[in-house]
Nanobody
Framework: QVQLVESGGGLVQPGGSLKLSCAAS????????MHWYRQAPGKERGLVAA????????SYADSVKGRFTISRDNAKNLVYLQMNSLKSEDTAVYYC??????????????WGQGTQVTVSS
């Protein structure tokens, strides 16, 4: 019963901030690399940020680098995306995505349902 549930989306003005959360259940969260993807109308889904199992490594799309921060709390089975200096082009549905490992062996992957972020004046 793997489940990823995103929250924290909403309407924000350009230059504002939002913090998204993804709550994971049904698997050992600390064995999964976690990712945020987004998809705007008429565009393909793209990777926004990723974080390793321990939180020791993180990566970002060039379009959000310096503005967004991904983090995780393995004790609470939560991954976050702090979004600052938001732009209209950040408007999209944001999805949480997990890739589970046993050591270096990939076991499976899971998607959340998404949360809408709208940046508009």
């Amino acid at each position: 019963q793997v489940q990823l549930v995103e929250s924290g989306g909403g309407l924000v003005q350009p230059g504002g901030s939002l913090k998204l959360s993804c709550a994971a259940s049904g698997f050992t969260f600390s064995t999964a690399d976690m990712h945020w993807y987004r998809q705007a109308p008429g565009k393909e889904r793209g990777l926004v940020a990723a974080i390793s199992t321990t939180g020791g490594s993180a990566s970002y799309a060039d379009s959000v680098k310096g503005r967004f921060t991904i983090s995780r709390d393995n004790a609470k089975n939560l991954v976050y995306l702090q979004m600052n200096s938001l732009k209209s082009e950040d408007t999209a549905v944001y999805y949480c995505y997990a890739v589970r490992y046993s050591g270096s062996i990939r076991l499976g992957d899971y998607w959340g349902q998404g949360t809408q972020v709208t940046v508009s004046s």
